[in-house]
């Protein structure tokens, strides 16, 4: 079984910045890409970012020149710098990452349980 745990969420006003990391643990043999999506209240989960294992990375629309994606394979982890953070922001971000959990195996999604992230202006 593969786990990913997401943290460093938490409260900041209008403006702030906080860094969120996502470790993926368990039964890995490789991992391919990994996301950050985001869910705010009463809306549907949406993508944030990516990043390949080779480094190319990939942001919605909404956050670019804000949001930095970044990973250390070393650590299993991927990380999410949020700055200029808006009340918008406000929700739950969730990782997930393409695993193959052996060699020869079809890489399978994994997905955190989220970090709340909440926005004051």
């Known amino acids: 079984q593969v786990q990913l745990v997401e943290s460093g969420g938490g409260s900041v006003q209008a403006g702030g910045s906080l860094r969120l990391s996502c470790a993926a643990s368990?039964?890995?043999?490789?991992?391919?890409?990994m996301n950050w999506y985001y869910q705010g209240p009463g809306k549907q989960r949406a993508f944030v970012a990516s990043?390949?294992?080779?480094?190319?990375?990939h942001y919605a629309d909404s956050v670019k020149g804000r949001f930095t994606v970044s990973r250390d394979n070393a650590k299993n982890t991927v990380y999410l710098q949020v700055d200029s953070l808006k009340s918008e922001d406000t929700g739950v971000f969730y990782c997930?990452?393409?695993?193959?959990?052996?060699?020869?195996?079809?890489?399978?999604?994994?997905w955190g349980q989220g970090t709340q992230v909440t926005v004051s202006s």
């Open positions: 368990g039964s890995i043999f490789r991992i391919f890409v």
């Open positions: 997930n990452a393409d695993v193959q959990t052996q060699s020869g195996s079809v890489p399978t999604r994994f």
């Open positions: 990043i390949t294992s080779d480094g190319n990375t």
